[in-house]
């Protein structure tokens, strides 16, 4: 059977255990794995024991591995093929909350309309199995699983993952692998397939600056005293100048151009700002001045206030000079971006500001730095022209706005790139009630893998 039948008859194999795959996806939404819950600790772990006797069952060699939190599942196939995988993914779930406004019971899965609803649908339960579903059919038709393959599933995802960098380097040699697969991304926007190839990191702060020992009458000591929310206000609005340019000393150390491959990409994809804000009630880009709106939300950093608070916020008013104010700051990095230097160049902005009789104290929430994929890999184009065949549309290489801690652990611990290739939809209401996953994203999702397992050529 040539290479190009296999496939074929790997399609066709899911084609026709459709129904089935949906069953087993079903059973695996009805476990509450959520991992915030403390109430939910032996659910998570029954979501793990699920996975490794799915797993097992297929033919891997797969456990549960105990962390301080949750556990990990690993699953391997036999060594060998052109090369080694890793497959990653995360069985937890966000909690349901609020639930009275869900239209159903959330970890009772419901189809309809060509959509399968229920807690974890899409993030990440029934992404995780579209790539199960896929090694699956490789088995039917081959007779063995793909050679070279690791499965690592997560159960602390949706809880910040407090085990996953310790457990990484406790099992590096085992899970190093020439390329990363994550599958906890989406379709773009207008429902084109895409490979995350860059995402944005993250620091945050909170700063806290503090001065009278009480909070003052305004009357008696205001234009006097010093106002801590004036300060920081002053001091925040001073993080941007008038072209919406961040100000911070060196902050653009490390930002990189687009390559003209990358912007003529970008460009093929008509992003529409306004319209994009018109989703959320807005209508007006606001960043730096020249730049297109996917520049802004992929490619550039960004200073962010998320919180503010000080003095009186009740009913009614009360003329106040408050003893503290508070914010709560947050940057996206790219390119080469240190968080720890732009942590500190923050810091040094806010001094500045602060008076001699007042204080100034700050407090960290993490640092990460961006992830750029090497898309010189060939594995890049093979699963760009892998998708671009299943789903009848061009593949997009894209930006991402956020941050995916795992792809920069990935690069960091185990040297390894990834590819981030995921089919949810912006709809899919993840995080929310009555969260859901499209019929067709895991039914092509699973055709897509396939595609992309033949595509690399590993060997049956």
Known sequence: MTDQAKLDAMLDALDQGRDAALNRLCDLLRIPSISTDPAHKADVRRAAEWLRDELAGLGFQASIRDTPGHPMVVATSQPGGARSILFYGHYDVQPVDPLHLW????????????????????????????????????????????????????????????????????????????????????????????????????????????????????????????????????????????????????????????????????????????????????????????????????????????????????????????????????????????????????????????????????????ASPASHMDTSDPAFDTARAALTQEWGRDTAFIGMGGSIPIAGDFKTILDMDSMLIGFARDDDRIHSPNEKYDLDSFHKGARSWARILAGLTLPG
């Not at 690791?150 to 099992?171: A, I, K, Q, Y």
């Not at 490979?195 to 806290?208: D, F, M, N, P, Y």
């Not at 010093?226 to 001073?238: D, G, Q, S, T």
């Not at 093929?268 to 209508?283: C, I, Q, W």
């Open 103 to 366: 239209d159903h019971p959330p970890f009772d899965p419901q189809i309809a309309d060509g959509q399968i609803r229920a807690r974890g649908a899409s993030d990440d339960k029934g992404q995780l199995m579209t790539f199960i579903e896929a090694a699956r059919a490789w088995k039917q038709v081959h007779g063995a699983l793909p050679p070279g393959l690791t499965l690592l599933f997560e159960g602390e995802e949706e809880s910040g993952s407090p085990s996953l960098v310790p457990f990484l380097r406790d099992n590096a040699d085992e899970l190093r692998a020439s390329i990363a697969l994550i599958c906890d991304t989406g379709l773009y926007a207008d429902g084109r397939p895409a490979i995350a190839t860059q995402l944005r990191g993250l620091v945050g702060q909170e700063v806290v600056i503090r001065a009278a020992d009480r909070d003052l009458h305004s009357g008696s000591f205001g234009g006097l005293a010093a106002n801590p929310l004036m300060i920081l206000c002053r001091a925040l609005a001073a993080l941007k100048d008038d072209s919406g340019r961040i100000t911070l000393p060196g902050f653009y150390d490390g930002v990189r151009d687009l390559t003209d491959q990358q912007r003529a990409d970008w460009d093929s994809l008509n992003f529409d700002a306004p319209e994009f804000l018109s989703r959320v009630g807005l209508s007006q880009p606001i960043g730096e001045q020249g730049r297109t709106g996917l520049e802004m939300i992929w490619s550039q950093p960004t200073a962010e206030i998320n919180g503010l608070s000080g003095g009186y916020t009740g009913e009614g008013f009360k003329t106040v000079l408050p003893a503290e104010a508070r914010a709560k700051v947050s940057f996206r990095l790219v390119g080469d971006q240190n968080p720890q230097t732009i942590r500190q160049a923050f810091q040094d902005h806010i001094r500045r500001f602060v008076p001699a009789d007042c204080t100034v104290e700050f407090h960290d929430h993490g």
